[in-house]
């Protein structure tokens, strides 16, 4: 069975509510400095991380998914790799950048290593670091998948389904349906009771190691106006 810990603290913070939409293929690129919410592919979860340790292997901070769409726990603020060329507030991100991807909450990063995770077997995922600072370990290559004949871009696109690849290890960021937390696998009082672990794959498993953008603060790429998109106002 799995317990965890509980952080000593709870950062608390404010998103600003300028929510900015780009309306086409060509300008609907994600940018840097953008806060966003990550939809998995296969679960229709959120990626979601909290102040609550790992109960086993490394004992850092945990990432999971969740449901709940209102929870700014999901919320994830990308910039440059570290140890990568520093990048401006709306500079798009192109297909094969390595990223950074900080948890606004805890202002920690997702980051892998070579611990186990507990559920799936897969390398464990947590986050890690503090202000946003951190290591390699941390750094996540964008793998953007087919859009259209119709349509040909460089880059992330807002609701296009991409996979991360972790750079030092070469894994995949995944999670199932069968990697779910319950009272047998994790106890009574489990704190993450219905939500499923975040591992990293040797390898990509489809709609399991799929994610694309839905919810966030969308910086517009430079030298772009956009007018408030009300679909991105509830966060």
């Not at 401006?88 to 990063?109: F, M, W, Y």
């Not at 040909?152 to 696109?157: D, E, K, L």
Request: aromatic residues 10%; glycine residues 10%.
């Amino acid at each position: 069975m799995i317990s965890f810990t509980f952080s000593s603290s709870i950062v608390f913070y404010t998103i600003l509510s300028i929510i900015l939409s780009l309306s086409n293929a060509e300008t609907d690129a994600v940018t840097c400095g953008s806060a966003v919410k990550l939809q998995h592919k296969e679960t229709g979860m959120l990626l979601h991380s909290h102040p609550i340790g790992w109960g086993s292997g490394s004992g850092q901070q945990s990432v999971t998914t969740q449901t709940l769409l209102n929870d700014q726990n999901d919320l994830w603020l990308i910039s440059n790799g570290i140890g990568e060329p520093f990048c401006d507030a709306g500079t798009p991100i192109e297909c094969g950048s390595k990223i950074r991807l900080t948890h606004v909450g805890t202002q920690k990063n997702l980051h892998s290593h070579l611990f186990k995770a507990a559920l799936s077997g897969y390398q464990e995922v947590s986050c890690f670091g503090e202000s946003g600072n951190g290591d390699t370990g941390d750094n996540w290559i964008v793998e953007c998948g087919f859009v259209s004949k119709e349509v040909s871009t460089n880059n992330w696109n807002r609701d296009a389904v991409v996979s991360f690849k972790h750079v030092d290890t070469n894994k995949y960021l995944y999670t199932s349906k069968s990697v779910k937390f319950t009272t047998q696998n994790c106890g009574q009082q489990c704190p993450i009771m219905g939500q499923t672990e975040i591992s990293a794959s040797n390898k990509k498993e489809g709609a399991k190691t799929q994610w694309f953008t839905t919810q966030g603060v969308f910086f517009p790429p430079k030298g772009e106006t956009r007018d408030i998109d009300e679909y991105d106002e509830e966060l």
